[in-house]
Structures are given as C-alpha cells and as structure tokens.
C-alpha cells in the first residue's frame, strides 16, 4: 500500500474527505491534493447564506489549515494549480498539470466539481454576479452593502438563498425563474408555490415562468433585466443562478465518459485506476436503477468516503469485490427563520402526496409542509419545511429503503404521516 501513489483532483469538501478517510484507513503512500483555487478547502453551503449577510466572516468558512493538510495529512498539495490532462491508456495514470509536470499515479480521483452558467454577453458587466466560490461570494457581498434593487435569476435553491440574503439585508429583491414556481425543478410546483408566497410575504417581487431576454448596462455597469414581454426591471445587482456544469473539459481527450460529469460504476469507478466523487461524479445508483449526479454537501462527505474505501480495498485486498455507493441523497436549504430538508430523489417524481401545508403569514411565522415523493408504487424522496429536527431525521426512513430496493409508497406514506404527528 506504501509504494502507491494516489492523486486527488479537487480540493474541496470531497476531495479533502477522500483524503482524510485514506489517511484514516491506512494508506500512507504519496497522496497529492491538486486545487485549481489558491485557498484550502472550505464549505460552500454557507456562502449563499451566512457570508452574504455577514453571519460568517469569509476566513470561518475554512474546514482545515494549510499546516494540518501538510503535516497531519502529509499531502504533497498543490493549491492555485489546474489540472490539465489525465492519460489512462498506460499501466499507470498520468496527470498533467498547467505547470506542465506530469504526475504518475496508481488512481486518481476526479473531484473537480462545478462550475456556474452564465449568461452570454454579460461577461465583464460591472454588478452582474455569479455564485461558486469564496471569492464569488465576498465580491457580491460587497455589490449588496451598497444598497440599492437587487435582481436574482434563477428559482432554485442557489437564487432562492441569494434573494432571502437580499432581503435580510434590506435590498429590493426580485426574483425571476423560467419554471412555473420556486424550486419547481428540485421540488415541484406543489411545494414550490409554497416558497414563492413566503418570498413575496418577505417582499420579494416573483416573476416566474418568465425568460430573460437581455441584461442591459451603461458605462459598463448593470441598469437592468428585460424579460419576455417587455418588462424591464431596475438592477444595481444581478445575480445569475441558472444552473451549473461539471468541470470536465480537462477530461476532454482522457478517453473517459463526461456527459453531464464523470459517468462512474456504481463503485464510483470510471475507468481502471480513476473515481470519482462530489458534484462532477455520475455514478450508477441500484435502487433507482439509474445514473445519479447530486450536488449537494452531504454527498461530497459521503461520497468521499465511498471511494476512498474502495482504494484502500483495492489496494490491500486486490481481487476483493468494491462495494456499491447506495446513498440516501440529503439536502438542506435555510432562508429567513425556516429550513426545507429533503431526503431521496425528489425532482421529476411522477407522484406527489402533500400530507401538510400550512397557509399563513410566512413574513412572522415559519412556512411548515410536508410531502412524499414516488414513482409508481414506490416511495423515492420527503421533503419537509419547517420539521422539527428529530422528525426531520426520522423522514429518512420513508425513503432509506434496503438491499432490495426503495421503500413501497403505502409504508413510506405511514412513516412520513408519524413523522408529520405533531412534530413541528
């Protein structure tokens, strides 16, 4: 195990959790850790919320220093340093970095994540903003001291946390999204109008269902957003949460499968030798019998550790069978005084069972619903808004399912309605 050399590409939540889980297994061989960013791996999750309203200051969002990663951990790290190329033809896997070396690797691990969509021709505005990184997020932080009308586009969990920033800080906010409602693509219009109405209850203006058509500026600087129709809405800030793509182009000619991220086996393998894992790995998930690419933080940890098991079986037992990634995808989002938890696959279920909404004033009172979501006779995501924590938790269950598969939609439908009994 000693003699391997491993590479880690991407230094983020779950290249680091691979990192330390091999640390943690035994594995004492040469473990790079390549990260296109200048800065240690630090939390994402917080930057949507926390840093833009001032809760956390940038340098807290660090998960581990610099002295840790290279004595604790003993990485040969290279930070502000991107991967270029990954030759997996040999006995061997080459990584070449934009220093042009090359290192000779026994696995490599793909960890490189996402990068945002943009709109075209707003590259360069002044005031039009993205959201991915620490830099990302204090640069538009500063945009919004300035005060002024702030415009979102995008509906999903990203434009939804930005526009309650915006608010928590006294902007006008308005928020615009080509979907029917909020969050409509990751948890249906049934909940979806929920959040709408508390965003407009906040004094957030919702256009959804509509398209950007322009972004228009003068002496380089954002004035607007044109939508379909001809509406034009004032903008000192704009910021763009349309969605994101997997870092893969360095992938390009490695040989690999990279449609919508690295295609992996339910072992999270891509090819002899390479994982992957985090946001940019699509991997084969039994139970629903299809591929799965989640971008959420939880996965990263998960996922992480998935892979990193593997290795080290893979390099103490050789022959030994790996062990299949079947994880209950989990994600969170917190906006004003609430918190929407979901457990499972929820976008695209064909069956949707809301078993409580609340109707209310959501400006004072916390918006509490909750859903179950299924395919045919099985059970395959919950969601919850405003759930006690314990049975937030205990939702898991209704989705978790076991070796044979997910959860049957009548056993699902008692365990979330448990959880739903007076639980708020």
């Known amino acids: 195990m000693t003699d391997a050399a491993i590479a880690v590409v991407g230094a983020s939540a779950a290249g680091l959790t691979v990192a330390e889980a091999l640390r943690r297994g035994g594995y004492r061989g040469r473990l790079s850790l390549v990260g296109a960013e200048p800065r240690v791996p630090y939390e994402r999750p917080p930057l949507s919320k926390r840093v833009l309203t001032g809760a956390t200051p940038p340098e807290d969002t660090a998960i581990r220093d610099a002295g840790y990663l290279e004595k604790e951990l003993a990485l040969d ?27 000779d690797c026994d696995a490599v691990v793909v960890a490189t994540g996402v990068r945002p969509r943009a709109l075209p021709g707003t590259e360069g505005i002044d005031g039009v903003h993205v959201l991915r990184t620490l830099d990302d997020a204090v640069a538009l932080r500063e945009s919004l001291l300035t005060g002024g009308d702030l415009v979102v586009v995008g509906g999903g969990v990203l434009g939804t946390e930005v526009a309650a920033a915006g608010r928590t800080l006294g902007l006008r906010v308005t928020l615009v999204t080509e979907e029917r409602e909020t ?5 249906g219009s049934e909940l979806g109008g929920l959040v709408a109405q508390v965003h407009r209850a906040h004094g957030v203006t919702v256009h959804t269902g509509r398209t950007v058509t322009g972004i228009p500026s003068c002496d380089g600087r954002v004035t607007g957003v044109c939508l379909d129709g001809g509406l034009r809405i004032a903008a000192d800030t704009v910021v763009l949460a349309i969605g994101s793509v997997p870092v893969t182009d360095w992938l390009a000619d490695s040989g690999l499968d990279v449609a919508d991220g690295v295609v992996c086996d339910a072992q999270c393998r891509a090819a002899p030798g390479v994982l992957a894992a985090g946001d ?23 996922q992480g550790m998935a892979v990193a098991r593997n290795l080290i079986l893979a390099l103490d037992s050789p022959g030994t069978p790996a062990l299949a990634y079947t994880p209950v995808p989990y994600f969170w989002s917190d906006q004003y005084n609430w918190r929407l ?23 004072e009172v916390p918006p509490r619903a909750l859903a179950l979501y299924g395919d045919g006779e099985r059970a395959l995501g919950v969601v919850g808004i405003g759930l006690h924590p314990a049975a937030a938790r205990a939702l898991r269950g209704a989705v978790a399912g076991d070796a044979s598969g997910p959860v049957p939609w009548g056993r699902a439908l008692d365990i979330a309605s448990a959880a739903n009994d007076g639980n708020w």
Do not use: F, K
Request: glycine residues 10%.
């Open 77 to 103: 790290l290279r930070l502000g340093v991107r991967a270029t190329g990954l030759d997996v033809s040999g006995t061997t896997r080459r990584l070449t970095l934009e220093t042009g070396e090359h290192l």
């Open 183 to 187: 969050l409509g693509a990751v948890i």
């Open 280 to 302: 940019v790995a699509r991997w084969w998930h039994p139970h629903h019998d299809r591929t799965l690419r989640v971008e959420h933080r939880m996965n990263a940890s998960e």
């Open 341 to 363: 938890q979901a457990y499972g696959v929820v976008a695209g279920a064909d069956r949707v069972e809301v078993l409580h909404c609340d109707a209310g004033a959501w400006d």
